[in-house]
Every structure is written in structure tokens, then in C-alpha cells.
């Protein structure tokens, strides 16, 4: 049986689950289409209660228990916690255990550079297609359930997930082991 991976990215209304929820969340195989999954699209009553993330975060989580490695940029200490959060606090089933590939740690770990972030290591590698989100996006579309601001958000997210899997690409190199802290070692 072939070894599935995908990367992954969620976009949320605040960096901590007990005062925000995930917006919107792109799931790219490593071969197919990416599946988004977002806030407006998925909760009926997105316009009344934008405060209910349940079908978004259960939606990601079904994807994401498809695969046997999930690459996500400094996902060890925000996407993966963000999603257990969240997953607590709907009532869901707890977050599957998967191996993780997080080019954060493996750039903490393995490289020496200003910055470690997703648009800082593509900017090096010169593979940045990263697009800029501004807080203005972010209120339109939690605040006031703007749904252009959300169109703009996923396109965000899928973009960041393209960008990952170039940086990936560029730090397999460095991958020594897989494991569940991230491949930092």
C-alpha cells in the first residue's frame, strides 16, 4: 500500500482556538485536486452564528485522517494544536496521530536563516507565491460574514499550500525521520 501524503493550512480568526475558529482549510494530496473547506460554505448558519467552526474543523479532520503524513508549515505548534482545540470544543473525536513534516522546525533545526516563517524560507528558496491577507480581511470575514473577503482568504490558503509544497520540495534533503514532532530531527 502507497504511503498517502498532503499538505495542509488553516486560516483562523485568532492565533488561540479559545478565542477564534478556523475560517477556512485547504487539504492538497500529494497527487489530485486540494479540497477547501470553509466557515461560509459549510455552516448553514454562517450569516447568524459564524462562531460554530464544527462542520469546518469535522470536514478537515475526515480529509486529513486520509492520509499517513501531513505536511503543514509550523504545524507542530499552531495548525495541529489549533485543530485539537477546536475538535475539544465542538465535541468531536480527538485528532488522529499522524506523522507530520513541519519545514518550521526542520528550518529551526537544520538552517540558518532571519526567519523562519512559510513566506521567509520561499522568499530564500525564491519560490514565494504567498499572497498578502490584511486584518481587514480577516474582521470582514469573521465580523461582518463578508464573503468576498472569505473568496480571498481561501485563495490565500491554497496559495500558501502551493508555496509549501515547494519549500518541501527544496527541504527533503534535510528530512532525516518522519515522526509526530514535526521531522525536526
Known sequence: ??????VFDLETSSLNADF??????VVKPDTGKAKVFRGDKLN?????????????VAA????LSRYDIWIAHNGLRFDVPFLRARLMRSGLPPL????????CQLARNKLKVSFNSLSSLAN???CNSKTDVTPQHWLAAALDGDEKAMSYIA???LEDCKTLERVVEALKPYISS????????
Open 178 to 185: 518522519i515522526n509526530t514532532w514535526g521531522s525536526a530531527r
Open 124 to 126: 530564500h528558496l525564491g
Open 1 to 6: 500500500m502507497a504511503i498517502r501524503s498532503c
Open 20 to 25: 477564534g475558529i478556523v475560517l477556512c482549510a
Open 155 to 157: 485563495t490565500h490558503c
Open 60 to 63: 478537515t479532520v475526515e480529509e
Open 96 to 103: 488522529p496521530d499522524k506523522k507530520l513534516i513541519d519545514p
Open 44 to 56: 448553514p448558519d454562517w450569516h447568524e452564528r459564524r462562531s460554530d467552526d464544527s462542520a469546518v
